[in-house]
């Protein structure tokens, strides 16, 4: 049930949700409203980038139907153990960035984490800065905070580690094509359907607290695709994988089991417990790479993670290990 103070913006997108056609009519008698406010809710889901279809005598629908996201949901299905870790749950409409959300919050309790949820980012952020690009209902937008009572020997591969755990996720509702790229990109086909942010906030003494926030396509459309790769970025989505997409809420609470019962794994263990499944979906291992890092850009062919989550690369002048960079294949 979609609360009434909720924008009229995201009524309209929770009345549409189904997938199905609705009247304006319709819709403003159910919501309260004008037909004229009905309209306008409507082109600025449009602006925001969901595809919609408006057909006379019939209404607007969705193009891709989509369960808007729901904390109450969501937690009803997490893991036993994750939901006994999990301190705060909030999904909202809009927000700038989950990540910069959850950064201005106080740690939470050292072995528990805060979640936060968005259908829609006004400043959502890649690494280095980049953009991230969702419309309402077209992915998942999350971010959680973690506190490690003293800071793991391998802090540094935490990104590794969460790649790991959304894919064991996407497997469980039957997504077995995915890949990872170092450092922090899930991969289909070679096109981008995810990635890791990480934020730390470290202490000179005391615990660790991070932000981890996770991006996944579910349904975009093929206007916002386009302007992606237009952008430089080829990048997919779950909807062209065709395989039955499951509800949101459903794909979002296996994304928090798998993530806080890896987190937990990693305040324990460190990399080892996700090291084998990475080199198992290691996008890169054999394959001539560019790696652009402080120092510049160097070239040679990727030999894979090492157990500190390290990308070893075999140039002419010998083996190098990189903990961070950006990550190009070579045709």
């Known amino acids: 049930m979609v609360p009434v103070e909720t924008p009229l913006i995201a009524r309209v997108f929770a009345?549409?949700?189904?997938?199905?056609?609705?009247?304006?009519?319709?819709l403003a008698r159910t919501l309260g409203v004008s037909r004229s406010a009905i309209w306008k809710s409507v082109a600025a889901l449009k602006a925001l980038g969901s595809e919609l279809h408006a057909?006379?005598?019939?209404?607007?629908?969705?193009?891709?139907?989509?369960?808007?996201?729901?904390?109450?949901?969501?937690?009803?299905?997490?893991?036993?153990?994750?939901r006994a870790l999990v301190?705060?749950?909030?999904?909202?409409?809009?927000?700038?960035s989950t990540n910069t959300a959850l950064l201005g919050r106080a740690n939470p309790p050292h072995g528990t984490c805060e979640v936060l949820l968005t259908e829609y980012q006004t400043a959502g952020r890649g690494r280095r800065g980049r953009t991230w690009l969702a419309p309402p209902g077209g992915a998942i937008c999350l971010s959680l905070s973690w506190s490690f009572q003293e800071v793991p020997q391998d802090l540094a591969a935490l990104g590794l580690a969460m790649g790991v755990c959304a894919l064991r996720a996407l497997r469980v509702h039957g997504f077995d094509g995915v890949t990872l790229k170092w450092p922090n990109d899930l991969l289909v086909a070679e096109r981008k359907l995810g990635g890791v942010l990480i934020d730390l906030r470290a202490e000179s003494a005391g615990p660790a607290s991070v932000v981890i926030g996770i991006g996944l396509n579910v349904s975009l459309g093929a206007a916002l695709l386009g302007q992606i790769a237009a952008g430089?970025?080829?990048?997919?989505?779950?909807?062209?994988?065709?395989?039955?997409?499951?509800?949101?809420?459903?794909?979002a609470a296996a994304?928090?089991?798998?993530?806080?019962?890896?987190?937990?794994?990693?305040?324990?263990?460190?990399?080892?417990?996700f090291v084998e499944d990475w080199r198992a979906a290691d996008a890169l291992r054999g394959r001539a790479v560019s790696v652009s890092a402080a120092d510049g850009v160097a070239r040679g062919i990727a030999r894979g993670i090492d157990l500190r989550g390290a990308l070893m690369l075999e140039t002419p002048a010998g083996l190098r290990r990189f903990i961070s960079g950006d990550?190009?294949?070579?045709l």
């Open 15 to 26: 009345a549409l949700a189904d997938g199905r056609f609705h009247s304006g009519e319709a």
């Open 55 to 82: 057909v006379r005598n019939r209404g607007y629908r969705l193009a891709h139907g989509s369960e808007p996201l729901d904390s109450g949901r969501i937690l009803e299905r997490l893991t036993p153990e994750a």
């Open 87 to 96: 301190a705060r749950i909030d999904s909202v409409w809009s927000i700038d």
């Open 232 to 251: 430089g970025t080829a990048a997919t989505d779950l909807a062209s994988t065709h395989r039955p997409l499951p509800a949101r809420n459903a794909l």
């Open 255 to 273: 994304l928090l089991s798998a993530c806080v019962g890896g987190l937990a794994a990693f305040a324990r263990e460190g990399l080892k417990p």
């Open 327 to 330: 990550v190009s294949v070579r």
